[in-house]
């Protein structure tokens, strides 16, 4: 066993590590089998995707998972090692916080996933019509406001969903976020199948409110909302009960009809909830109720790291700031406030123009996991908007820490704004893609390569997905990007007013497609019908919303012509 630090996540006792070494076996052998023939791709397909892998547009494609985004900084440097040894040095940061390989040979998949053992890692449930992997707040546990730590309920959910053996072949892949922050949604909570947010009652005890029918896709919607508070000894018979609803009557005959959102949106949500309580009725109060002892057993692995008594003020921070204007703008926009006085939650931008969005070399891996174990106590997380948190960082360090992200390109001084571009790999690599996202977003980043111009702006998240599976949660950000198949040619659809925080909405098309040239002119139209319209400060979404679409429509058409 190899040792992972200080990090304060989940550590494998001796069954899962025995759990997780039987399936690299498995696997290993149905992998020679495939190879040798006596496998069929038919029968090799399920067998591939139960663990992470993909056969894509050039080669396959290794979808590894990271449980709600943690990482220790051994396990991130076993990532680059592998990358550097089985792939072509560099990995990709997906939306749903786990790691892909775009170019691992067939045959060294099962050594790869048996060196992922070794650090307490797998790719098992990351593709197949499964649970896949758990996402929440990048800044849990570290960040202020919070209800309460929503990982061990994460982990609660991570371990009755892995190898469920009524779930693992359901009508469709099937997602599960958790939120705990009333005031933000960093995890796109009400676009999943399912939506866990910790709430409190009158009494003040904390429980669940549990939301279905969430999804994008060919089919964008927001979730709803079927039980207001829900105890949190019943969380998992309750999503049990869920999930058997959307098996036993989830459509198999149509993939494109098969998500749970199609079912809730059948019955009606009201019939949806009527068919999950009586459900509910069978196994509440039963083998599946959690007790409060094991939900303390799942919290303390989330204790928290040795931090200092620090004053909130920091003379030397202040003078930092002052002598270098550059750090005093990446540290305004690219960090956030910590719980703990005398601490920063620091977000390394993965969205250097001319680098793919979320992307990282093995060499930078290395980096990031040697400043993890410097300023972080070990332990880093994955994004929903494909960065990197160090979530533990004094402030007396940042400084330190801002000189050494410059020389690795993690410094763009964008979280929050137009250039932290969302952007799945598209075309490039994805045999399902109608269009390639990457060129895309490169061009809008190259366009709006000016910070002061884009902080002019405000807020805005732009999404960009290859086609209509919405990896890019085109759907949901205040613009979004669909590519487009039309007659052989890469067309991108333009959407406007999305949002994935707690107003979620989905956004509304603004017309005909545009060809790949034209893409940053559109989008340069758009902003600049925005910042015509805008009053007193406005956001771009909130311009939008009062607005509407028709003045966009009108200007971009107008000047398209």
Not at 20 to 41: H, I, K, P
Not at 361 to 382: K, N, P, Y
């Amino acid at each position: 066993m190899y040792p992972l630090g200080n990090s304060s996540m989940y550590r494998y006792d001796a069954f899962d590590q025995r759990v997780v070494d039987d399936r690299v076996n498995q696997f290993r052998d149905q992998t020679a089998r495939y190879l040798a023939g006596d496998l069929s791709e038919d029968q090799f397909r399920p067998l591939r995707l139960q663990n992470g892998l993909y056969i894509q547009r050039f080669a396959p494609m290794l979808r590894i998972a990271v449980p709600y985004g943690m990482m220790s900084s051994t396990q991130l440097r076993r990532i680059a090692d592998i990358a550097r040894r089985y792939d072509r040095g560099y990995a990709h940061v997906s939306t749903r916080q786990n790691i892909q390989l775009n170019w691992p040979k067939l045959e060294d998949v099962p050594e790869i996933l048996a060196e992922l053992a070794q650090v307490e890692m797998h790719a098992i449930q990351t593709s197949g019509n499964c649970i896949r992997n758990t996402t929440t707040d990048q800044f849990a546990g570290v960040v202020a406001g919070e209800l309460a730590d929503p990982r061990p309920t994460c982990e609660l959910i991570r371990q009755w969903s892995t190898f469920h053996p009524e779930f693992a072949f359901l009508p469709r892949k099937f997602k599960i976020a958790v939120n705990a922050h009333p005031d933000v949604d960093r995890a796109a909570t009400q676009v999943h199948d399912i939506g866990v947010y910790l709430v409190k009652n009158a009494a003040g005890e904390l429980g669940y409110r549990i939301l279905v029918g969430g999804g994008l896709g060919r089919t964008p919607i927001v979730g709803v909302v079927i039980k207001d508070f829900l105890p949190q000894q019943d969380l998992i018979a309750y999503l049990d009960a869920v999930l058997r609803v959307y098996n036993l009557h989830g459509r198999r005959d149509n993939k494109y009809k098969a998500r749970i959102k199609i079912l809730v949106k059948a019955l009606t949500p009201e019939v949806f909830a009527e068919q999950v309580e009586a459900e509910f009725a069978h196994l509440k109060n039963g083998p599946l109720t959690v007790p409060a002892e094991e939900f303390d057993r799942l919290a303390s692995f989330f204790t928290e790291p040795e931090y200092e008594t620090l004053s909130a003020e920091s003379a030397a921070l202040n003078q930092a700031r002052q002598a270098d204007p550059a750090f005093d703008n990446w540290l305004s926009r690219n960090t956030h406030a910590h719980k703990k006085p005398g601490y920063r939650i620091v977000t390394l931008s993965l969205k250097r123009t001319g680098i793919a969005p979320g992307d990282m070399t093995s060499e930078q891996m290395d980096a990031i996991a040697d400043l993890a174990d410097r300023f972080s106590f070990g332990e880093l997380r994955t994004t929903h908007e494909q960065n990197v948190v160090l979530s533990d960082v004094r402030q007396d360090d940042l400084a330190e820490l801002y000189q050494a992200l410059k020389g690795l390109g993690f410094d763009t001084a964008n979280i929050g704004f137009l250039t932290n571009i969302i952007c799945c790999p598209g075309g490039d690599y994805c045999s399902l893609a109608n269009a390639k996202s990457i060129p895309i977003a490169d061009q809008i980043q190259r366009r709006y390569d000016d910070l002061e111009e884009v902080y002019d702006l405000g807020p805005i998240d732009l999404n960009i997905s290859g086609c209509m599976n919405a990896c890019g949660h085109h759907h949901v950000g205040h613009i979004g990007i669909l590519g487009v198949d039309k007659k052989g040619a890469e067309f991108y659809q333009v959407s406007l007013g999305g949002s994935a925080d707690h107003d979620a909405s989905i956004g509304n098309i603004l017309g005909p497609s545009f060809e790949a040239d034209d893409m940053a002119s559109v989008i340069e139209e758009i902003l600049n019908t925005y910042l015509d319209l805008r009053q007193d400060g406005e956001t771009f979404l909130q311009t939008y919303r009062r607005v509407g679409i028709e003045p966009f429509k009108e200007r971009v058409y107008a000047n398209a012509d």
